[in-house]
């Protein structure tokens, strides 16, 4: 049963003195809210999001003259001991000791680095070196983060013939780098691919993309300014790059230099897969001093990423060492 009963009239009901000030209090602060709502300022858009970073995770941005280097890590792989791997004469093990000591620089337990180049010059893309390939390399993954397509890359230039700088030519059985000219010294790429038993990354990424190489002989342009440069002795037809001129200019080391402490501290200093030793300490007292006489930007392979900078000459000239100084990180 419904109820019929009239219902009070609210709004009829007397305003007390108390609910009265209830009132008066609630209105007033409404309105001293007003006029502080009408002076807040505009709401202020979000700050634009920041430019991607000139440098970052596993790849670094170098301006060199009107060319820009891009050292692109390949990655790492564990290295038990640096002697006497990476200083093999064994007559100087000792102060090869000394002088990793002298730096802090770990003996044991460490790392060895593999650092691609890609050179942007005159509207060209060269990219020098790729690393080791398959599950183990990184080049592809750090392109992507440098914003680097690899389909944009449109020379690819092979320092020598050894794994972890040929093994990123193929990915899955295919060209890496299927819209690039292919480049190689000749007798580099005809001491690989005529052994009697190529192994299997000579196979894949050397014989299996024949047909894409061009074969060049030292001192050949591979782009316009930029030349390939005879540094035997690592092994016997290596080529380095060099890019630019004078102060303006780089030189690409690839394996030629070595490691970055003991092939530059001491003359005479191999490391224990150089085809020809001797030879390619000589190779390496050349490059040196052609770097520090010119004042070159240099990278090589197996420094320590972000792996390039300039040298410099320690002691009398004819007798003293060289030091690698790493460039200045920038991160925009």
Do not use: C
Not at 24 to 31: I, W
Not at 63 to 72: H, K, N, P
Not at 174 to 185: L, S
Not at 241 to 263: E, I, M, T
């Amino acid at each position: 049963m419904s109820d019929a009963s009239p219902k009070p009239d609210v709004s009829a009901r007397p305003v007390n003195r108390r609910d009265a000030l209830r009132l008066l209090g609630t209105a007033g602060l409404m309105a001293a809210a007003t006029p502080l709502a009408r002076a807040q300022p505009a709401p202020v858009p979000p700050a634009p999001a920041p430019a991607a970073s000139l440098n970052g995770n596993g790849f670094y941005r170098q301006r060199i003259g009107e060319m820009t280097a891009t050292v692109v890590s390949d990655g790492t792989a564990p290295l038990a001991a640096v002697l006497p791997t990476w200083g093999a004469n064994p007559d100087r093990q000792d102060e090869f000791a000394a002088t990793l000591a002298e730096y802090r620089v770990p003996a044991t337990n460490t790392v060895n680095h593999f650092n691609p180049v890609v050179l942007e010059v005159g509207g060209r893309r060269v990219l020098i070196d790729t690393g080791r390939g398959g599950a183990a390399g990184q080049l592809l993954a750090n392109l992507g983060r440098a914003g680097i397509d690899p389909a944009s890359i449109d020379t690819v230039f092979i320092t020598h013939g050894h794994g972890d700088h040929i093994g990123g030519l193929t990915t899955n059985g295919q060209p890496t780098f299927p819209g690039a000219r292919h480049m190689m010294g000749a007798a580099e790429f005809q001491f690989w691919t005529t052994q009697q038993s190529p192994n299997a990354a000579v196979q894949a990424n050397l014989i299996g993309l024949r047909d894409r190489f061009t074969l060049i002989q030292p001192g050949a342009e591979i782009v316009s300014g930029v030349t390939a440069v005879a540094t035997p002795g690592h092994t016997l037809g290596h080529l380095s790059v060099r890019a630019g001129s004078g102060s303006a200019g780089l030189l690409v080391f690839g394996d030629a230099a070595g490691h970055f402490l003991l092939s530059l501290r001491h003359r005479g200093a191999y490391i224990s897969f150089d085809t020809d030793g001797a030879l390619a300490a000589r190779t390496r007292q050349r490059l040196f001093n052609e770097a520090v006489e010119e004042g070159l930007w240099v990278t090589g392979y197996h420094f320590p990423f972000h792996a390039i900078g300039h040298l410099r000459r320690q002691g009398l000239r004819l007798l003293g060492g060289y030091e690698f100084e790493p460039a200045l990180w920038q991160w925009e």
